[in-house]
Antibody, heavy 117, light 105 residues
């Protein structure tokens, strides 16, 4: 069965960087993009970006320009999202999800990133 | 492309019918999906391409609409259906989510 397993919670100081991992199983990693979505406490869903597992292309929302890097290790079927120059506004649950092109059909359990001095 | 969901909160009883609205500022064709999220859980895909139920989703959930107006209908609420529901469009960049509708008892 398809599964996406994310790394554990992180606590970071303002200005630091965080890397969240998403290890997939149950399907061919290169057949679907991986997207990243975040959710601030008590708020709605916000698209961060996507990573093409077939060619390494990426795309992200404008507000993350220059701050987000998405990569993958095809040998371990794992995708990564690195967010830099963290502020308290980046405190959120970060989700990875399998991209079917028009929707996301399987999601990771989420990784809580807390930014606090 | 802003998606506006209404109402923000829907207060209903088990067994009642729920109708949730999602309106797009620009046409999204039928590239609209609906997700359900329960507290402490990741979102779960319910409906894709406006009206197709995802695998394993009960037939009490149905989606309709095209262009700018969409509806998610739950024909008869079960206790496990009380949750927050989000719509999402992938037709225009950047993809966007609605702000959510909470269905509460």
């Amino acid at each position: 069965q398809v599964q996406l397993e994310q790394s554990g919670p992180e606590v970071k100081k303002p200005g630091a960087s965080v890397t969240v991992s998403c290890t997939t199983s149950g399907y061919t990693f290169g057949s679907h993009n991986i997207c990243w979505v975040r959710q601030a406490p008590g708020q709605g869903l916000e698209w961060v970006g996507w990573f093409s597992t077939s060619n390494g292309n990426t795309n992200h929302a404008r507000r993350f320009e220059g701050r987000v890097t998405m990569t993958a290790d095809t040998s371990t079927n794992t995708a990564y999202m690195k967010l830099m120059s963290l502020t308290s506004d980046d405190t959120a649950m970060y989700y990875c999800a399998r991209d079917q092109g028009r929707y996301y059909d399987f999601w990771g359990q989420g990784t809580l990133v807390t930014v606090s001095s | 492309n802003v998606l506006t969901q209404s109402p923000a909160t829907l207060s209903l009883l088990p067994g009642e019918r729920a109708s949730l609205s999602c309106r797009a500022r620009q046409s999204v064709g039928t590239y609209l999906a609906w997700y359900q999220q329960k507290p402490g859980q990741a979102p779960k895909l319910l409906i894709y391409d406006a009206s197709n139920r995802a695998a394993g989703i009960p037939d009490r959930f149905s989606g309709s609409g095209s262009g700018t107006d969409f509806t998610l209908t739950i024909s008869s609420l079960e206790p496990e259906d009380f949750a927050v529901y989000y719509c999402q469009q992938r037709n225009n960049w950047p993809q966007t989510f609605g702000q959510g509708t909470k269905v509460e008892i």
